[in-house]
C-alpha cells in the first residue's frame, strides 16, 4: 500500500506564496505518474497540475504562469509552487498517484487565501 503525506498548507494573504510537498516512501516513486487535485467547498475536486514519471507537465488554466510543479526522485517527494494565490485558490489540495492502473491519494492539506 503506498501512503502519500502532504505539507505546506496554510493561511496566506492574497498575491502571496505557498509550496505544498508530498511525500511517499514507496521505493518505486520515480515510476509514478502525479498529480495535485483540489476541492473547494460546494465544488468537485479538479486536477490543478499533473506530472508524468519523465516530468512532462500540464496545469489548469487557472494556474498557469503561477503554479509550478515538480518532482525529486532522490528525495521521494514531490512539489506544488504556488504563487500569486488569489482567494479562489481556496481548497483542500489532494496528492495523487497512479502506476499501472492502481491510484493512490493522500490525506489533503488546506490552503486558504485570504486577507
Known amino acids: 500500500q503506498v501512503q502519500l503525506v502532504e505539507s505546506g498548507g496554510g493561511l496566506v494573504q492574497p498575491g502571496g506564496s505557498l509550496r505544498l510537498s508530498c511525500t511517499t516512501s514507496s521505493i518505486i516513486f520515480s515510476l509514478f505518474d502525479m498529480g495535485w487535485y483540489r476541492q473547494a467547498p460546494e465544488k468537485q475536486r479538479e486536477l490543478v497540475a499533473s506530472?508524468?514519471?519523465?516530468?512532462?507537465?500540464n496545469y489548469t488554466d487557472s494556474v498557469k504562469g503561477r503554479f509550478t510543479i515538480s518532482k525529486d526522485n532522490a528525495k521521494n517527494t514531490m512539489y506544488l509552487q504556488m504563487n500569486g494565490l488569489k482567494p479562489e485558490d481556496t481548497a483542500v489540495y489532494y496528492c495523487h498517484a497512479k502506476f499501472f492502473g492502481s491510484a493512490y491519494w493522500g490525506q489533503g492539506t488546506q490552503v486558504t487565501v485570504s486577507s
Open positions: 506530472i508524468s514519471n519523465n516530468g512532462n507537465t
